[in-house]
Structure formats: C-alpha cells, structure tokens
C-alpha cells in the first residue's frame, strides 16, 4: 500500500513541475510594417519578471499571473515606442553616429566586440537597439519633459505650498488631567471651588496629597483625579478643546460643571501640564519636495496627451485595438 501512495505521489508531483507557460502566438498590432507579436511581449516580460523578481525565476504560477497582469501594459509601451520612432522620423529628428557610439563604449566598455559576444549581440543589433532608446528619450523630452519643465513656475510652487499648509494646519497637542468632584448633593460646587483654592497655588503633582484633607471631610463625594491624557487638535472635541485653549502650561481651570456618563453632572478642573505646536515645514524645506511632485504630476499628464496624440495622428487608438485584438484574447496559457 505505501508503494502506491508513493507511486501517486511522485506522478502527482511531477505533473505538478512540468507545467508551463504556452504562448497564443500571433501579431498583434502592426505599426509602419513593424509587427508585434504575443512572442515579442513574451521576451520583454521574462527580462522584466527576472529582474524585480529574481527569488520567483523557477515559479511558474508567479511568472504566469505576471504575465497576465502586465502583458496590456508592456503592448502599450511597445506601441507607444513605435510610434514615438514614426513621429520621430516625420519631424526629422536624428541621432548622430558619434552619440550612438558615445553610449555604446559607456555601456559596452572599451572592448565593444568581445562583450557584445559575450551577451549574444551583434554589433548592428546593438546599434540599432541603442539608436532606438535615444530616439525614444529625445522624443520624450521635447515632447513631455520640456513641457513639464515650462509649466513648472515658482508662481505654481508657491501655490502648491499654500494648499499643503491649508491639508497640514499646524499639530497642536496637549498633555493635561482633570479633577472631578461627584455625589448627589449640592454642595459639589462649593467643594470644587474649594479643590481649585487649595490646588491653584501649589505644586500639581502634589494634588493627591493637597486633597486628602478635602477627602476625609467630604467622605461621601467623590474626588479623582485623572491620568494625564494627550489628546492633539485633529482629535479632541470643540468642548474640550475651548477648555484646554484658555490654559497656558502649568494652569488649573476654574471648576467647571459638565454632565457624566450616567446623566448626573459633575464639577471638574484642567490641568493643562503641557502644549505644543508643530507648525508646517517652511516653504525653503518643502519648495523641492513639491516642485518634484508637481513634475511628476505634469510629467503624467503630458505623457497622457502625448501618447493620445500619436495613437490618434497614426490610426492606433481604442478601436483599432480593440478591432486589432479579440477582448476575450488570453496571449498565455499555462499547462
């Protein structure tokens, strides 16, 4: 019986490790004779998936959701290159022969030949491939990043930083106790008045002591006192608030009557023992920080527009997609 057990369970696992991802190869998009094809994508999002996740290079099912999750992502950025190259071609941009040899010997090193064969490439191919990504980042900046860089002004700085100070007013907290005098008689009020005589002169942390006396001559009322709460502006209530804004640090509170938890009220006194206030961060900290988030706010949106420009001057927008590629299409298979 542990034979078969076994038996199955070397079957099962080896049906388990030879599954694999197949490929529904077919072009497409075709862009200017250029055909894009679901192998194409394949090569572009095994380079992508080994290098962010080197610990998952011999899952399968990890590759496989990768590839279903980005394969419209990474087409996208294949066509959007294409026809970044078209445009480039119509507004006769170019690249000299001393620029692309310029990166070449930086990326390649001295010995161009020996480490273009040890990576499989031919000279052409690499070439090619290196004239391509200049294009591709020329055409991005005089299109997107040069327009990104006009729309940024100091004016658009400072207004960015007068919308962070109205989202981050300054941070206001407060460390203080209070001391609550209960009981069903009348007479809380005048024994408050007389906790805050005795306290409002004296060292508060000696409360407990101060109030002892107090105590013993009022058995039946009670006299507590709080730990110190911190409560911040973002947090405490407008009533509470208005209390503790009319302490400085080191103060006690006239007593004051509030109702209680069971409908009853009581006389309570603040102790504000401490306040502090953390204002924004000036403008100087923060002018980088907001100019870099403004870039990358504008660089986004000139990248939308671009690439609807092209898709829309060369006949490559949602309907040829959507024409170009069945919706149900699912480019990989696993088995």
Request: hydrophobic share 40%.
């Amino acid at each position: 019986m542990k034979k078969i057990f076994f038996i199955i369970f070397i079957f099962c696992a080896n049906s388990l490790f030879s599954q694999e991802i197949q490929l529904n190869n077919r072009v497409l998009v075709d862009i200017n004779g250029k055909k894009i094809s679901v192998l194409d994508l394949e090569k572009q999002l095994k380079i992508i998936f080994d290098e962010n996740f080197p610990h998952l290079k011999n899952s399968v099912d990890a590759r496989f959701e990768f590839y279903q999750m980005s394969w419209k992502r990474v087409l996208a950025d294949f066509l959007h290159h294409e026809l970044m190259l078209l445009d480039a071609k119509t507004k006769e941009i170019t690249i000299t022969d001393g620029e692309i040899r310029e990166v070449l010997e930086k990326r390649f090193g001295p010995n161009i030949a020996f480490s273009l064969k040890q990576q499989n490439l031919t000279f052409d191919e690499a070439w090619d491939a290196i004239k391509k990504e200049m294009t591709i980042e020329r055409m991005q900046w005089f299109y997107i990043h040069a327009k990104a860089l006009q729309a940024i002004t100091p004016q658009k700085i400072k207004e960015a930083y007068q919308l962070y100070k109205q989202q981050n007013p300054p941070l206001e907290k407060w460390d203080y106790q209070m001391i609550t005098v209960s009981s069903s008689e009348e007479q809380n009020e005048q024994i408050a008045q007389k906790a805050y005589d005795l306290l409002k002169s004296r060292d508060f942390s000696t409360a407990e002591i101060i109030l002892h006396p107090l105590k013993e001559e009022f058995p039946d009322v009670s006299i507590t006192i709080s730990p110190v709460y911190t409560v911040t502006n973002k947090e405490v209530s407008k009533e509470r608030e208005e209390i503790l804004r009319s302490l400085t640090p080191q103060s006690l509170s006239a007593p004051i009557a509030q109702a209680t938890a069971n409908h009853s009220f009581a006389y309570r006194l603040f102790y504000l023992s401490a306040y502090q206030k953390e204002a924004a961060q000036s403008f100087d900290a923060m002018s980088n920080s907001l100019k870099n988030k403004l870039m990358h706010e504008v660089i986004m949106q000139e990248t939308s527009n671009y690439y609807t420009y092209l898709r829309s001057r060369y006949g490559y927008d949602t309907q040829y997609l959507q024409e170009s590629i069945p919706q149900d299409f699912e480019p990989f298979i696993i088995r």
